[in-house]
């Protein structure tokens, strides 16, 4: 769609949201989490979706905690995303020196430099953990890197992110089999490349696997692009530290997401998704509808009735 096809209103709304990032990128991240620090009990209070999800999953995740601390963990999640939006800009505009001096250690860099010294490419999973538009940053500024990209709703955006996520040399790619083409070429290369392993693909491009217990519709992916590439897969995170900066982590993935079978490989990639929230819980993203599809398919969870608002 082009900026002539765009209604008014979508304009007036893309210019308004990039004009937040452009001021927000000028000032430091000690600033961004006091203000995500104010905003997030507001988000929790009023943004009745993002709570009552963000409620829902942590329940099912975490059956066994008392009522007042998956509260608290859902008030602390819901910062943490404000946080991420807030930071966009950071991410996204601000100049790259100050990006890369606020990311203050990098965790686990020899597994992607090992596997590449071994003429492997290297599969990054990033799930929507800490801010995954720091990780982006650093993996394109340090690593020839490809992603998927899909355009976002507000039309008057796509130009602003993509040269966003693409300003330190990451190679964005559609989702489809256009871009898969793309991936396998860069992994046969030896370089890198990003897939988000914690979200919902279309009916037919997935399989059912447990995420912490319950079975979560997943990307079936990943095994084929092992299959052809012999890539190494690592799990990866920009991990907040409040107020400070951000330290990324690499952290080796479960053996399973090498299985040819689809879903013993998908239940590797929701254990690695598991694996790196444990780093903090709160810098997960919550809100999103990780079971959404087990209720179309009516598979009759314990408990239906707290997944209602899906």
Known sequence: MTEQATPPASRFQARAIATLWRTLSRWPVRWLWRIAALVGPQVYRFSKRER?????????????????????LAKQS???????????GHAWMAPPEKVEASILAVHGRDKLDSARAEGRGVIVLAPHFGNWEVLNFWLSSHFPFTAMYEPP????????????????????????????AAL????????????LPDQEPDWGSGVFAPFYGRDSYTATLLPKLVART??????????????????????????????????????????????????????????????????????GLPNANDFRLY
């Open 52 to 72: 009552k999800v963000t409620e829902i999953n942590l329940k099912v995740v975490y059956p066994d905690a008392p009522a007042n601390q998956r509260q608290s």
């Open 184 to 195: 396998l070429k860069a992994l046969k290369r030896s370089e890198a490349i990003g897939i």
């Open 230 to 299: 012999q890539a190494r897969v690592v799990t990866g995170v920009a991990l907040r530290i409040p107020g400070k900066g951000f330290e990324i982590h690499f952290l080796d993935a479960d053996e399973r997401v090498y299985s040819a079978d689809d879903t013993e490989s998908a239940t590797g990639v929701n254990a690695s998704v598991e694996a790196s929230i444990a780093l903090d819980p709160a810098q997960y993203q919550w809100e999103y509808k990780r079971y959404r599809k087990v209720v179309e398919e009516q598979q």
């Open 78 to 88: 819901l910062q943490h995303s404000t946080a991420t939006m807030l930071e966009l």
């Open 153 to 180: 709703k507000i039309a008057g955006l796509e130009p602003i992110i993509r040269h966003g996520r693409e300003r330190m040399g990451a190679k964005l790619v559609p989702t489809n089999p256009r871009g898969v």
